[in-house]
């Protein structure tokens, strides 16, 4: 009971400390994020202005591609604003609410961007494996459930990690060592009991993140032992490189996601080095993106080319 007395109990606000460690330097820092903020925010706004209006361009591939810029535009909208606020500002206090409401779009964002990710490896996998049936398989019926399907598990399954945060009164400290409201952060402020939140964090995480990237994997292998089976080289460097950008970002996202997840919760990583990684793996990935699938596609490629240069 005495620690109990000691502890803060239904705390209205908390403090985001930004990069423990680094704080002296925390104002260069914000730059270098707000430069990638900026590269993330006009690539996937091009994106979503050239995918619509370009006819060539309505396919299943690239729908899922506006869907994951629309996606990236929100990611790097709910973390830039209060990190910038914090480094450069230092407006270093959040309301509680407002820390579980940045906590929920941000792991709810990053649930979307996984299931868009599936989404793509499906529509490659039929693409290739079963080329004939590709447009009477994925039709905008299709489609559009699957986004929706998207959305409402990343929805509901995060939805569920500010409720259980919610429940906790009593929290040790009111002050958060990361840059943003992330789950584990939050939880570890608590003078509670916490096991129910720390496992359905897991469940949350290996639901999402582990079911979308055990079947990617698997739709690869499919795709690759099809891919060998064709006797022309032309052929199989042609279904390779249709692919290349996907799994460029696939790693990339996966990577860093599971790097993140673990360092929080098993790992002894330094701080300052799992926070400033688990910023740049929410930032850099939206900055990429755009220049990945651009630099890979012609129509792309052209459309920007007219929006910076010939239209002048």
């Known amino acids: 009971m005495e620690s109990m007395n000691m502890s803060y109990m239904d705390p209205k606000t908390v403090t985001l400390i930004g990069i423990p460690g680094l704080e002296h330097v925390q104002f260069w820092i914000g730059f270098s994020f707000f430069a990638v903020c900026l590269v993330a925010l006009v690539g996937n706004i091009i994106l979503l202005i050239i995918i619509p209006t370009e006819c060539s361009l309505h396919q299943p591939m690239y729908i899922f591609l506006a869907v994951l810029a629309a996606t990236d535009i929100g990611l790097c909208v709910a973390i830039a604003l209060k990190l910038l606020a914090i480094f450069w500002f230092g407006f270093y206090s959040m309301a509680f609410d407002a820390c579980l409401a940045q906590l929920f779009f941000i792991h709810a964002l990053q649930g979307m961007e996984s299931g868009i990710l599936l989404a793509m490896a499906f529509d490659h996998y039929v ?27 990343a ?42 939140n720390k496992t359905c964090g897991l469940f949350v995480g ?43 970002v696939f ?62």
């Open 127 to 153: 693409a290739i494996c079963d080329p004939l049936r590709h447009t009477t398989t994925l039709t905008p019926f299709l489609l559009v459930s699957m986004v929706l399907a998207v959305a409402i598990r």
């Open 155 to 196: 929805t509901v399954l995060v939805g569920i990690l500010p409720i259980l945060l919610k429940r906790l009164h009593f929290f040790q400290s009111i002050v958060i060592a990361h840059s943003y409201c992330e789950h584990m952060a939050v939880v570890k402020l608590a003078a509670e009991d916490t096991h129910v």
């Open 206 to 248: 290996f639901t999402i993140l582990g079911f979308d990237m055990i079947f990617i994997l698997i739709s690869y292998i499919l795709i690759f032992q099809a891919v060998f089976r064709l006797h022309q080289k032309e052929a199989r460097l042609k279904a390779f490189n249709t692919c290349t950008a996907h799994i460029f």
């Open 251 to 312: 790693l990339e996202f996966y990577i860093l996601a599971f790097f993140s997840f673990f360092s929080h919760r098993f790992g002894h990583v330094v701080p300052s080095t799992h926070i400033l990684l688990s910023t740049i793996y929410l930032l850099v990935p939206p900055a990429v993106k755009p220049i990945v699938y651009g630099v890979k596609n012609k129509v792309i490629c052209k459309c920007v080319a007219w929006i910076f240069f010939l239209n002048h």
